[in-house]
């Protein structure tokens, strides 16, 4: 894995305090995904409710799901979880093998849509499911929850609800969402799977069912690395203030404990981390430490993990000396993050029906950042937040329900980005890409 850290600047003006940035970016080489695959373990979390029965939405997951077994391979499990009204064990984990595929199919087969939607009872079945399996420890278990609407039955409170994808990742679960139609909370989900540490799809027909369940395998079987964490520790009167991704953060005596999750093969994730550096007086005529970064993973197919140290070093001089300018990619990687933060602010106030609010957010996001790439992110979602407010106050509520199904593809988009940290563009690799296509032409149901 291709590791680096930058700071924002290299040198700094003796005496004088300065509040900047320290980048961190993690890149997972290209494997070879037919000969270093990992085992994987899944548990597919399906809504059965009576909804799921309009525009063939079942149908189409029920082909995905007995496409995504025929890709499984011996040593692979595979479980089956629904939910409506109520909660059913449909397959109990399993390993998939060749005659275990033709009853896991079956089983698919027999889903029919009724009731209500029961998300927190079928997630916590799937996650109880995939914990107590008997399985070596470098098998990567994963749900993937497939719902088409909004919790109606158990926990429906969307803050509870993402605690709860919280707290069912233990035991090293991951746990990923697909989210059907302009019904679903795309937001909560999105947040869910943030903390569940899988992926979210969005999904607004049934032939992209296909393609999101393709990307979430391929993803899975291209998986480098899990368990990544990330530790900085600040030297004497420095400190960390703030890690501006979606993180788990944590305090250890000043030393800030970033817990990454997994990356795939040629995924990049980026950290950007908020520090403070001390005034130094007297400085010594060379480079010093101003933090420690430590990196530490879990290879797969039980080959040893790593552990990295990067000192990040830097100068201090007198003022017109110093660097005056902070590094490009730093800025940019800094000021997006910032941006999407910003973002989720104004998306709070436009869905309290505030858009003079959001739009004032978004603006001043604007004016502060000084990248291109972060202004024209920025301007584009002030723009939208006024469209939003022009059709609220005409009643053309058709205009709003069209922004407002941009605003949850942008938010699902901001949060791959805020956790690949790639200048906006969503995760991707060869395998992903590959097995995308070999699901979506799979042919006419």
Not at 113 to 138: E, F, V, W, Y
């Amino acid at each position: 894995m291709k590791i680096t850290t930058k700071p924002a600047r290299t040198s700094y003006p003796e005496n004088t305090e300065a509040k900047t940035s320290l980048l961190i970016e993690l890149k997972a080489p290209k494997m070879e995904v037919d000969k270093e695959s990992p085992r994987i373990a899944i548990i597919a979390t399906i809504d059965i409710s009576g909804s799921m029965g309009q525009y063939r939405k079942l149908e189409y997951v029920k082909m995905s799901c007995k496409k995504l077994i025929e890709h499984l391979q011996p040593g692979d499990m595979f479980g089956l979880v629904t939910f409506d009204s109520t909660v059913e064990e449909v397959v109990t984990p399993v390993e998939v093998t060749f005659q275990q595929k033709a009853k896991i199919a079956a089983s698919i087969d027999s889903l029919a849509h009724r009731g209500c939607t029961n998300l927190s009872g079928g997630l916590q079945l799937a996650a109880k499911l995939a914990r107590n399996m008997d399985i070596p420890s470098d098998v990567i278990k994963r749900v993937i929850l497939f719902t088409d609407g909004q919790a109606n039955e158990g926990i429906n409170d969307p803050a509870q609800l993402v605690h709860l994808s919280k707290e069912e990742t233990k035991g090293g679960v991951t746990i990923s969402y697909m989210g059907y139609g302009h019904d679903c909370n795309q937001d909560m989900l999105s947040t869910m799977a943030a903390q569940g540490g899988g992926s979210y799809s969005y999904i607004d027909n049934p032939d992209k069912c296909l393609d999101a369940f393709g990307a979430e395998l391929g993803g899975l079987l291209s998986t480098y690395a899990t368990n990544v964490v990330v530790k900085i520790s600040p030297d004497k009167n420095n400190g960390v203030m703030s890690i501006l991704n979606d993180f788990d953060v944590k305090d250890e005596d000043g030393t800030a404990v970033i817990t990454v999750g997994s990356i795939l093969s040629e995924e990049v994730k980026s950290i950007v981390a908020m520090v403070n550096m001390g005034a130094v007086k007297n400085p010594l005529p060379r480079a010093v430490s101003a933090f420690k970064v430590s990196i530490s993973w879990e290879s797969v197919n039980g080959k040893s993990g790593g552990v990295e140290e990067f000192p990040i070093k830097v100068t201090f001089c007198k003022e017109e000396d110093a660097q005056k300018e902070d590094d490009n990619n730093v800025l940019v990687q800094r000021e997006l993050l910032e941006v999407a933060n910003a973002m989720d602010v104004a998306t709070a106030a436009a869905e309290r029906g505030d858009f003079d609010f959001a739009v004032m957010e978004m603006c001043r996001i604007e004016n502060e950042s000084s990248s291109v790439e972060a202004k024209n992110l920025a301007g584009e979602t002030q723009a939208m937040y006024c469209m939003d407010n022009y059709s609220t106050s005409t009643g053309d509520l058709s205009g709003i329900k069209s922004i407002m199904r941009s605003r949850t593809v942008g938010s699902s988009t901001k949060r791959v980005r805020r956790f690949a940290g790639n200048a906006g563009k969503s995760v991707s690799n060869a395998s992903m890409d590959a097995m995308s296509k070999t699901f979506t032409t799979t042919g006419e149901l």
